[in-house]
Nanobody, 125 residues
Framework: QVQLVESGGGLVQAGDSLRLACAVS????????MGWFRQAPGKEREFVAA????????YYADSVKGRFTISRDYAKNTVYLQMNSLKPEDTAVYYC??????????????????WGQGTQVTVSS
């Protein structure tokens, strides 16, 4: 069983930074692709970023590329999402997800079988 717990959300102003963390329990953390998704009010959940287990390659949505950085700490069983230059349109509930997924499918939320409870990020203008 894999459990994911997000933390680090909050209320910030445009241009500020936040770092989200996702603590993962389970013996096979190192074997999972880890993803971050977000869902704004009235919108569908969308892909934000992902990091593979095999070589820690990273992937980003165009809307966050150059501003967000995903990373993982194998010793701490934790994946991070560093968010810089935040914009009001980044306001959403951010979810951490995990599963054993091929590179070609890691942007698809239906491929992930394990999800955290979400953490709210609110960016004021």
């Amino acid at each position: 069983q894999v459990q994911l717990v997000e933390s680090g959300g909050g209320l910030v102003q445009a241009g500020d930074s936040l770092r989200l963390a996702c603590a993962v329990s389970g013996r096979t953390f190192s074997r999972y692709t880890m993803g971050w998704f977000r869902q704004a009010p009235g919108k569908e959940r969308e892909f934000v970023a992902a990091i593979t287990w095999s070589n820690s390659n990273t992937y980003y949505a165009d809307s966050v590329k150059g501003r967000f950085t995903i990373s993982r700490d194998y010793a701490k069983n934790t994946v991070y999402l560093q968010m810089n230059s935040l914009k009001p349109e980044d306001t959403a509930v951010y979810y951490c997800a995990a599963d054993q997924i091929s590179t070609s499918r890691l942007r698809k939320l239906n491929e992930y079988g394990y999800w955290g409870q979400g953490t709210q990020v609110t960016v004021s203008s």
